[in-house]
Nanobody, 121 residues
Framework: VQLQACGGGLVQAGGSLRLSCAASGITFSNYAMGWYRQAPGKQREFVASISHIGTTNYEDSVKGRFTISRDNAKNTVVLQMNSLKPEDTAVYYC????????????????WGQGTLVTVSS
């Protein structure tokens, strides 16, 4: 199983970025996908997840700003991030687990390598 995340970069506060994660080696439509992030010196934290049937869940601080979506035909999950804030600066990781979504990172079976998002003030 491989998860390849991309789309990170440097953006000014208030700007937008679109992260993508391409999965291979799984029957994608059976798997939930999650996004996590880890800021410097902090623990990794949940950002958003989408179940195998498209149900979504968000961490409170990103609700209304971030949108997670999936394209089963392309085996891809996308995290659209709008109205970015400096506190969104982190390495963003995608992860996958069979079935329904979870906020508990221990329940995810496979992880991507991470992509860095830097939001300048």
């Amino acid at each position: 199983v491989q998860l390849q995340a991309c789309g990170g970069g440097l953006v000014q506060a208030g700007g937008s970025l679109r992260l993508s994660c391409a999965a291979s080696g799984i029957t994608f439509s059976n798997y939930a996908m999650g996004w996590y992030r880890q800021a410097p010196g902090k623990q990794r934290e949940f950002v958003a997840s989408i179940s195998h049937i498209g149900t979504t869940n968000y961490e409170d601080s990103v609700k209304g700003r971030f949108t997670i979506s999936r394209d089963n035909a392309k085996n891809t999950v996308v995290l659209q991030m709008n109205s970015l804030k400096p506190e969104d600066t982190a390495v963003y990781y995608c992860a996958t687990r069979l079935g329904y979504y979870s906020e508990d990172e221990s329940e995810y079976d496979y992880w991507g390598q991470g992509t860095l998002v830097t939001v300048s003030s």
